[in-house]
């Protein structure tokens, strides 16, 4: 039979109150008695209690908070505000109603290690602008399963564990991490704000056993650093996307750029930030120098061998 949490839980407390009664325990636990009703409001606190303050959904209220069949869920029930009129999904505005849906299910961020689970029915509005549209949430996207919350729950913690982590102790897939996290970093570069940029620094790591090549962009100011950009392999192609991610004024506040001395960066840099002095990475730099010093040495060696040959085969002259 499912219960209301909060009645599980009174039962639980009026249980414990009258075994105390039964054992004579009353009169020594008065000052307990009256700590416990003053802490009454605190003991039968509700789930919806706790969901309105951690998140309040606006034109909707939590109606019901009760365990699954199976007790391994805890469900929420949010209906809409008796007199609220549905938002379309399309252009954000109120309409009118059109039908309801069936329920769905959202997850939400698990409570003591419980999974939590919004169950809603979702209208339907009709726009006279977008047609027949289901109706905006303002804890999800209509077409995703977990909630906004759900989703940011799990990529702060995949930002500490690991991916596969994250999903084992939070008792779900790598999937939905992987989902949470790519929605994070979206919503991220949709809303960043790059601003002014001193100082860049171009770089390339290797991947599949140095196969495969990415280009990366850090903002390398003083006060600031930071991943800007990343790309497939290391062409012209993949910097040219850099700056044309950036606003013109970005670019235009480029003092420094610093690479390794790869030819396509290089021609790149020349085209877009011309104005900026480009320092070349040391190490590639010193690589160079040593290689050339190298390639003298080895010319010089080679020179004086064939030079000691011809000696040796000029004849002795005889007197
Ligand atoms: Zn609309």
């Not at 480009?278 to 003298?296: A, E, P, S, T």
Request: hydrophobic share 35%; with cysteine.
């Amino acid at each position: 039979m499912r219960r209301p949490i909060r009645s599980r839980g009174k039962k639980t407390l009026s249980l414990e109150r009258n075994e105390k009664h039964r054992a004579g325990e009353g009169s020594v636990c008065v000052e307990s008695e009256i700590e416990h009703e003053r802490n009454q409001h605190t003991d039968t606190m509700q789930l919806k209690t706790i969901l309105n303050h951690v998140e309040k959904q606006k034109g909707f209220v939590y109606t019901d908070a009760r365990f699954s069949d199976d007790q391994s869920q805890i469900l929420v029930t949010l209906k809409p505000h008796a007199r609220s009129r549905p938002v379309c999904s399309g252009c954000r505005k109120k309409r009118l109603g059109y039908d309801t849906r069936p329920v769905r299910r959202f997850e939400f961020v698990p409570l003591w290690a419980i999974p939590v689970i919004f169950l809603c029915a979702m209208r339907r509005v009709n726009c006279p602008d977008c047609g027949v549209k289901v109706e905006w949430l303002p804890w999800a996207d209509g077409k995703h399963q977990s909630t906004h919350s759900y989703r940011i729950f799990l990529a702060s913690w995949a930002k500490r564990l690991n991916w596969k982590e994250t999903a084992a102790i939070f008792g779900t897939s790598w999937d939905t991490v992987y989902r949470a996290v790519d929605w994070v970093v979206r919503w991220g570069l949709v809303h960043r704000e790059i601003g002014e940029i001193e100082a860049i620094g171009v770089d390339e790591i290797a991947y599949r056993r140095g196969h495969k090549c990415i280009t990366l962009v850090y903002q390398i100011d003083s006060y600031f650093c930071r991943l800007l950009y990343v790309a497939r392999d290391r062409t012209e192609q993949s910097l040219r996307g850099f700056f044309s991610t950036v606003s013109a004024s970005s670019i235009e506040s480029l003092r420094f750029v610093c690479t390794d001395m790869w030819k396509q960066y290089m021609n790149v840099i020349a085209e877009h930030a011309s104005g900026a002095v480009h320092i070349l990475d040391r190490y590639h730099v010193m690589k160079k120098f040593g290689d050339k010093l190298n390639q003298v040495r080895a010319e010089e060696a080679r020179q004086m061998k064939a030079g000691a040959q011809e000696l040796t085969m000029v004849p002795a002259e005889t007197s």
